[in-house]
Nanobody, 124 residues
Framework: QVQLVESGGGSVQAGGSAKLSCAAS????????MAWFRQAPGKARDGVSV????????YYDDSVEGRFTISQDTAKNTLFLQMDSLKPEDTAMYYC?????????????????WGQGTQVTVSS
């Protein structure tokens, strides 16, 4: 089992920045890929960014490319999402997810472990 705990959400004005953290614990050696997803009320859970832990390769959804940065601190088993130039449409619950690296990387179904989520609200 792997436990994920997000932190760092809150209210931000448009154009501002926020940094999310996701602390992983448990059988983390089974994890090869971690991701950030977000879900706005009434909408599907969408992939935001993915990182492959061993290679460090990163991927971003077009909606956040150039504004968000995913990174990891391997010593602390912590995942980060730096969010800059935030827009009101970035408002959502943000979730950290972890999996074995198989399947489509932006598909929620392929991730076995999930955090409880942290709310990010961007006001105009």
């Amino acid at each position: 089992q792997v436990q994920l705990v997000e932190s760092g959400g809150g209210s931000v004005q448009a154009g501002g920045s926020a940094k999310l953290s996701c602390a992983a614990s448990g059988y983390t050696s089974s994890v090869d890929r971690m991701a950030w997803f977000r879900q706005a009320p009434g909408k599907a859970r969408d992939g935001v960014s993915v990182i492959y832990l061993r290679s460090g390769r990163t991927y971003y959804d077009d909606s956040v490319e150039g504004r968000f940065t995913i990174s990891q601190d391997t010593a602390k088993n912590t995942l980060f999402l730096q969010m800059d130039s935030l827009k009101p449409e970035d408002t959502a619950m943000y979730y950290c997810a972890a999996g074995d690296g198989n399947g489509l990387m932006f598909s929620p179904a392929v991730y076995k472990y999930w955090g409880q989520g942290t709310q990010v609200t961007v006001s105009s």
